[in-house]
């Protein structure tokens, strides 16, 4: 399998008065053509901030003291800002966290789509325009949506129409954060259904990040399971979800309510604070398989099995 995107040892700090925030500490993975690639963990372990080094999006305080990122051959965190600004959008389209928000209320949708897609590709505006349908429908919207206005729409349907103007160049890349939170069940299956569509209808590949692990499952190849600021598993989706490796991804697979499912086990403990992480294992004062080689010395990630990774003294 070719690899799309390869992210390297990538360290985001933030700066502050108590010292560094190590938001993302040595985060290394690849995403493959033409897949779907999950990226889970609780809330605070780095999934976002990860994201956004990634895409050269960190702002001060933030810096990223070192790593690398390729994709499709281009050294991301390198490359001139003017190529990196063609490069967004065309090849490589980010949905942020909570992006249906950012359309703004009282600008009809057709023009908000048009206007980006200029921008973007320099293209005419009928032409724009044109694709701006196409776009709408091909997310399963009506094409009368385009003259409408954003408060006039649900949810569900801002975040198809983010999802359109983020896919009308055809990028080969399309990383979404988090894009059914605040969505009901429903409308959840949709936007999930649509970005495994992408996949599929146009070979895209796709890395979503959530801490839904329902959803990464709904639509997951494979799946990266992080934990304060580092990635603990990799694996195939099947795999993982059928027999998880770390102690932390069997934790959140339980956490998982199912019907039928008499009590929803959680996780003990809360998430360590990246001001200070934890010594040896990072999650080792929330393992109930904790030795004191787990407090001393930190697990590097290994390969136990075929595109299979964890980082555990268990497994070495
Ligand atoms: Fe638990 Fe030790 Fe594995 Fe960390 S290395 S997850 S503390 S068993």
């Known amino acids: 399998m070719e690899p799309i995107l390869e992210v390297d040892d990538l360290r985001v700090y933030y700066k502050s008065i108590w010292g560094d925030y190590k938001s993302v500490d040595g985060v290394s993975v690849k995403a493959y053509r033409n897949e779907v690639l999950s990226i889970a963990g609780e809330s605070g372990c780095g999934k976002s901030t990860l994201v956004e080094g990634i895409l050269r999006l960190v702002k001060p305080p933030g810096y990223i003291p070192t790593g690398k990122v390729i994709f499709e051959g281009i050294d991301i965190l390198r490359v001139p800002e003017e190529e990196l600004r ?107 259904q649509l970005l495994r569509m992408l996949k599929e209808n146009y070979h895209m590949t796709v890395i979503m990040v959530s801490h839904d692990m329902a959803a990464h499952a709904q639509i997951a190849d494979r799946i990266a399971i992080m934990y304060a600021g580092k990635i603990v598993e990799v694996g195939l989706i099947n795999q993982v979800f059928k027999e998880p490796l770390h102690p932390y991804t069997k934790g959140l697979i339980s956490a998982i309510p199912a019907i039928g499912k008499k009590y929803v086990k959680g996780i003990p403990g809360l998430a360590p604070s990246p001001l200070n992480w934890p010594s040896g294992c990072r999650f080792h004062p929330r393992c109930q398989h904790a030795t004191e080689l787990c407090v001393k010395v930190e697990p590097s990630i290994r390969e136990v099995e075929r595109e299979r990774f964890v980082a555990c003294h268990l497994y070495g």
């Open 86 to 192: 063609r490069i967004r959008w065309s090849k490589l389209a980010y949905v942020p966290q909570g992006a249906m928000n950012s359309l703004n209320p009282v600008i009809k949708v057709e023009e908000q789509m048009v206007d980006a897609i200029i921008d973007h590709s320099g293209m005419d505006k009928e032409k724009a325009k044109e694709v701006a349908l196409a776009m709408l429908k091909e997310v399963g919207l009506p094409v009368e949506v385009a003259n409408m206005y954003p408060h006039q729409l649900s949810g569900g349907m801002k975040q198809r129409v983010i999802i359109a103007t983020a896919i009308a160049l055809k990028p080969n890349l399309v990383i979404a954060d988090e894009p059914t939170t605040a969505l009901d069940v429903v409308v959840q299956r949709g936007i999930l």
